[in-house]
């Protein structure tokens, strides 16, 4: 335990942003770093929590064998001696692997090394296979390696930045924040957002093209033949550093030559198109930043090249303030593909199709049991395991249930397969739930160990503490099973750093320039000089002078055999399913601000759960009337593979024809509100990655008597309940909750489940207006329980009630909270600043009593956006939606 500031990296996104925290009066303390290039001292609402998700609340700490706690060694022994079992009776292909980009790249390697070299199963895949799998095919497919050219620094430099396929304001918030600042300091530089929503970052845009879903292929093709006619190709760059460019630019122009059919596939008006296309060609230095709008699709890969074509034919790529910019999501998704912990490559950038790197690797790990082929990635690994094929897996840090698409057949697969192991921090979680031995994993704050952010910045994460209860970190635990599987020579690692040793060596192992990836700098690193080490950007070769390492490709040399970079062919594939008058509507999905992925653990940071305490799905007004669907009102959503209930928030930022819901609601927070039960695992051919933004779906309203709010201090049992959701809050849960039966009948049901104290005191009200019941059950001069029922209760951000547990509340107080009348500001209240929880309507009252007109005034003024900046970007959409209404909580929120 340490309470001096301790150097760390983020445990969220992949921006990698730095991070300083230390450990006072048993509680961890984080600011950011001002030194971390990745940063300057910034962090969000995510990062500024990290010291919060360094506790025991919902812990998993014990290895457990069949829902028994048990100890490591039988742990151990029991999976060591079940995969010896299986390789002997069904050949080794029958393990899988499932790993994580949340891993740390020691994880990672010592799990690849495992599988791929001791296990000899190529059938090890990772989460990164949902997320950046798209980028890595393009890349090789265009230069040859799996290559992101450019650094942070260029959005400073560049005049044009365009952002698709990315809701960066939420996503990669430091990188936004950045890209503002720039903007403040350089007025010319332009911004333009392809999203299909008018999401936060779009609004800020100098320019939003809201495409058609799926058709980024047409607008990059379009661009291209543009670029052509407006002769802004450089033609120098193409001859001299590329192959193939003539039948792309053919393609491309039998695609899109007319600019008017054009913008009708897009959508988006001719006008709005060229303008995009003159400021791309005007522009010397263009940044193309992207990410899952772009890969997570059933033509990612060409999505992807499509707009690398473009930045190869105007040469704007490998110089500063240039280049395609693929933004990785997870912190550590770049070490996860430095390593090699994808099916379709075998380490550190060697590849299964050389056979060079083929006898480089098994002579390196000394083993003759290197697997030759590529294996299962991800779908196809759970199939597998669906169809009896993989007898054990082993998944590590993902939560597959949650993020996989058709997750009722990933439970079948995780039923039906005799060995499933899970590596986790936290105790529930829907993967847990189908494990046969689960294995305490230490958590951020407790690991260390080395992550790669987006712009192949490594950085150092650091423990501030012990794991809690027996949590071991999860290279130790992989070790400790190779060893008891009779690989101890392989896997006797004193510690992460001679992990990191070991990869760094074979990064330069007779490299000499052939490979993009080669860390030879830290071959001899010392235990201390691995302690001491500063972010450092790869490649990071020894004798070599590392401020030449900014970006690649600035020589125009690439990683193919001609070492020319190759222009990829592609035309516009409609997604895998279309739309019909049973499923009329695209079902969009992805994040929201505050959370991270299936929330195990930012679910449990109440302050994080109050901008968006419900799951929703936005639709449009005019499919509102259309499909008879109220704001507010619950809805039933389906797609051909299954159905779901959530909350319709009508709105103008989702187009007539389209909705969105958030990815981020599991079985355990929501009685069915998981987005990848609706979604069909279709793939990209060339990437494995699933179709997560497009899906045919019909909505209805549903049908229900009654909805009720719940505070409480112990957890409900929902199993019940027709409809709930689960929220932290200070001092208990908050229960969203809705019921075909009747408000009375309904009532008496939550009683059984609350069991006030026969001593406990009952408050009761009836608003006659709102037919709406209100109880609070006091013990001790303690609120112990308040329920909420009407047929529709229509104040669902209530701020206040977050709050309410660790009131001290004199009962009178607690009287006239509870009998207030609807008029009250209470009930209208919408949390925006997570920090410093500033409702919506303050800010806007605040801005209108004091006529603000600037981010700056208003944090000022209400202390908004004065700790991590996160919502700055909504109190700027604020600002420019003047005048106010007095009654702010509008239908847009
Ligand atoms: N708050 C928060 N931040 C995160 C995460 C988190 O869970 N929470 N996760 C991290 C991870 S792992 C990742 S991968 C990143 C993801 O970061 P992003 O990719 O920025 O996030 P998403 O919300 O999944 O999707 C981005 C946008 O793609 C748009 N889109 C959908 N279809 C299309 C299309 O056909 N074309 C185009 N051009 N756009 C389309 C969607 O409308 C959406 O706004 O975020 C990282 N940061
Ligand atoms: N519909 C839809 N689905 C999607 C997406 C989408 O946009 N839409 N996005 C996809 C993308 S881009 C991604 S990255 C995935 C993310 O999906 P997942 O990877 O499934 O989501 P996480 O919640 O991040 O899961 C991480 C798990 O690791 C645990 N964990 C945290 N730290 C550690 C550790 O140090 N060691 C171990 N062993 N465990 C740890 C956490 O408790 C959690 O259970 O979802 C994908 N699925
Ligand atoms: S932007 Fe936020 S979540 Fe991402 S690394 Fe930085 S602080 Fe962490
Ligand atoms: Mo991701």
């Given at each position: 335990?340490?309470?001096?500031?301790?150097?760390?990296?983020?445990?969220?996104?992949?921006?990698?942003?730095?991070?300083?925290?230390?450990?006072?009066?048993?509680?961890?303390?984080?600011?950011?770093?001002?030194?971390?290039?990745?940063?300057?001292?910034?962090?969000?609402?995510?990062?500024?929590?990290?010291?919060?998700?360094?506790?025991?609340?919902?812990?998993?700490?014990?290895?457990?064998?069949?829902?028994?706690?048990?100890?490591?060694?039988?742990?151990?022994?029991?999976?060591?001696?079940?995969?010896?079992?299986?390789?002997?009776?069904?050949?080794?292909?029958?393990?899988?692997?499932?790993?994580?980009?949340?891993?740390?790249?020691?994880?990672?390697?010592?799990?690849?090394?495992?599988?791929?070299?001791?296990?000899?199963?190529?059938?090890?895949?990772?989460?990164?296979?949902?997320?950046?799998?798209?980028?890595?095919?393009?890349?090789?497919?265009?230069?040859?390696?799996?290559?992101?050219?450019?650094?942070?620094?260029?959005?400073?430099?560049?005049?044009?930045?365009?952002?698709?396929?990315?809701?960066?304001?939420?996503?990669?918030?430091?990188?936004?924040?950045?890209?503002?600042?720039?903007?403040?300091?350089?007025?010319?530089?332009?911004?333009?957002?392809?999203?299909?929503?008018?999401?936060?970052?779009?609004?800020?845009?100098?320019l939003h093209l809201p495409i058609q879903p799926g058709t980024d292929v047409l607008l990059f093709n379009g661009l291209l033949h543009y670029l052509f006619q407006v002769k802004k190709l450089n033609h120098h760059f193409i001859q001299q550093h590329t192959e193939g460019f003539s039948s792309t630019l053919h393609a491309a122009r039998n695609e899109a030559h007319d600019l008017l059919f054009l913008a009708k596939q897009l959508a988006v008006s001719s006008d709005l198109v060229t303008q995009f296309y003159h400021w791309f060609s005007e522009a010397d230095k263009v940044v193309t930043l992207y990410s899952q709008g772009i890969n997570q699709s059933s033509c990612g890969t060409d999505k992807v090249n499509s707009i690398l074509n473009c930045h190869l034919a105007t040469g704007k790529i490998g110089k500063p303030g240039c280049g395609p910019f693929s933004l990785t999501g997870q912190p550590n998704?770049?070490?996860?593909?430095?390593?090699?912990?994808?099916?379709?490559?075998?380490?550190?950038?060697?590849?299964?199709?050389?056979?060079?790197?083929?006898?480089?690797?098994?002579?390196?790990?000394?083993?003759?049991?290197?697997?030759?082929?590529?294996?299962?990635?991800?779908?196809?690994?759970?199939?597998?395991?669906?169809?009896?094929?993989?007898?054990?897996?082993?998944?590590?840090?993902?939560?597959?249930?949650?993020?996989?698409?058709?997750?009722?057949?990933?439970?079948?697969?995780?039923?039906?397969?005799p060995l499933v192991v899970v590596s986790d921090c936290m105790f529930e979680t829907d993967t847990n739930t189908y494990a046969n031995v689960l294995l305490p994993a230490a958590g951020w704050g407790e690991k260390s160990g080395m992550v790669t952010n987006s712009e192949r910045r490594i950085s150092?994460?650091?423990?501030?503490?012990?794991?809690?209860?027996?949590?071991?970190?999860?290279?130790?635990?992989?070790?400790?099973?190779?060893?008891?599987?009779?690989?101890?020579?392989?896997?006797?690692?004193?510690?992460?750093?001679?992990?990191?040793?070991?990869?760094?060596?074979?990064?330069?192992?007779?490299?000499?320039?052939?490979?993009?990836?080669?860390?030879?700098?830290?071959?001899?690193?010392?235990?201390?000089?691995?302690?001491d080490f500063t972010p450092v950007q790869w490649p990071a070769i020894k004798n070599t002078k590392q401020s030449n390492n900014k970006r690649f490709f600035a020589d125009g040399k690439f990683y193919t055999q001609t070492t020319k970079a190759q222009f990829i062919t592609v035309s516009y594939k409609p997604p895998a399913t279309k739309t019909n008058s049973t499923y009329p509507l695209i079902f969009n999905t992805g994040r929201i601000r505050d959370q991270w992925h299936t929330m195990t653990r930012t679910s449990f940071i109440p302050k994080l759960c109050t901008h968006t305490p419900e799951p929703y799905v936005h639709i449009n007004s005019l499919d509102a009337t259309t499909f008879s669907i109220k704001h507010d009102e619950l809805v039933q959503l389906t797609s051909h593979i299954g159905t779901l209930i959530t909350r319709a928030k009508v709105s103008e930022k989702i187009l007539s024809g389209q909705v969105f819901m958030p990815m981020h609601w599991t079985r355990m927070l929501s009685s069915s509100s998981h987005v990848s039960q609706l979604i069909a695992p279709n793939i990209d051919p060339f990437s494995g990655q699933p179709e997560s933004k497009y899906t045919p779906v019909a909505i209805s309203p549903w049908q229900y008597s009654c909805e009720a709010i719940v505070v409480v201090r112990e957890k409900l049992t929902h199993k019940h309940f027709d409809y709930w959701i689960k929220q932290h809050i200070k001092g208990g849960y908050l229960y969203r909750l809705a019921s075909r039966q009747s408000p009375e009948n309904f009532y008496s049901k939550l009683l059984t489940q609350l069991k006030p104290d026969s001593a406990s005191s009952r408050l009761a009200f009836y608003d006659k207006t709102e037919q709406e019941f209100r109880y609070g059950f006091i013990n001790d001069q303690q609120l112990h329980a308040c329920i909420f029922i009407a047929p529709r209760l229509n104040h669902f951000d209530l701020a206040w009630l977050n709050e309410l547990l660790t009131l001290n509340l004199q009962p009178a107080l607690l009287h006239r909270l509870i009998t207030n009348n609807k008029t009250n500001a209470l009930f209208t209240e919408k949390t925006l600043c997570a920090c410093k929880q500033v409702s919506k309507k303050t800010i806007c009252n605040t801005i209108r009593q004091l006529q603000l007109d600037n981010t700056t005034a208003v944090s000022q003024a209400t202390l908004a956006g004065s700790v991590c900046g996160s919502c700055i970007p909504e109190i700027q959409i604020l600002l420019d939606t003047q005048p106010l209404s007095a009654n702010s909580n509008s239908k847009s929120s």
């Open positions: 335990m340490t309470n001096t500031w301790v150097k760390t990296t983020c445990a969220f996104c992949g921006v990698g942003c730095g991070v300083e925290a230390r450990v006072s009066n048993n509680k961890i303390i984080v600011r950011g770093d001002k030194q971390h290039p990745a940063n300057f001292g910034r962090l969000c609402s995510k990062g500024m929590a990290l010291g919060e998700i360094v506790n025991n609340k919902g812990r998993l700490l014990q290895p457990y064998i069949e829902g028994k706690t048990t100890s490591w060694q039988s742990a151990i022994v029991k999976i060591a001696t079940a995969f010896k079992q299986i390789i002997d009776r069904f050949g080794p292909e029958a393990i899988g692997f499932y790993l994580s980009g949340q891993l740390l790249t020691e994880d990672y390697y010592v799990a690849n090394k495992l599988m791929k070299g001791f296990i000899g199963s190529p059938n090890i895949d990772t989460n990164s296979r949902l997320c950046m799998s798209s980028s890595v095919a393009a890349h090789k497919r265009a230069f040859g390696s799996d290559t992101v050219p450019g650094c942070y620094e260029d959005l400073e430099k560049a005049e044009l930045i365009i952002i698709t396929g990315a809701n960066l304001a939420w996503c990669h918030p430091v990188l936004y924040q950045r890209i503002m600042a720039a903007k403040q300091q350089t007025p010319n530089l332009k911004i333009v957002v392809i999203d299909p929503r008018k999401t936060v970052t779009a609004q800020m845009a100098d998704a770049m070490g996860g593909r430095e390593v090699g912990g994808m099916a379709n490559s075998l380490a550190a950038h060697l590849e299964f199709n050389n056979s060079q790197h083929y006898d480089l690797l098994s002579h390196f790990w000394q083993t003759d049991k290197l697997v030759k082929q590529p294996g299962l990635k991800a779908v196809d690994l759970f199939d597998a395991a669906a169809k009896g094929k993989i007898k054990a897996i082993w998944i590590m840090g993902t939560n597959p249930v949650v993020s996989l698409p058709n997750s009722h057949h990933v439970i079948a697969a995780l039923k039906n397969c150092r994460q650091r423990s501030l503490i012990n794991p809690i209860g027996e949590a071991k970190p999860d290279w130790w635990i992989i070790c400790q099973v190779a060893k008891q599987m009779g690989f101890s020579q392989a896997f006797s690692y004193s510690s992460e750093a001679d992990i990191f040793k070991e990869y760094a060596a074979l990064t330069g192992l007779k490299n000499k320039g052939t490979r993009d990836l080669d860390l030879s700098l830290f071959t001899n690193l010392t235990t201390q000089e691995y302690h």
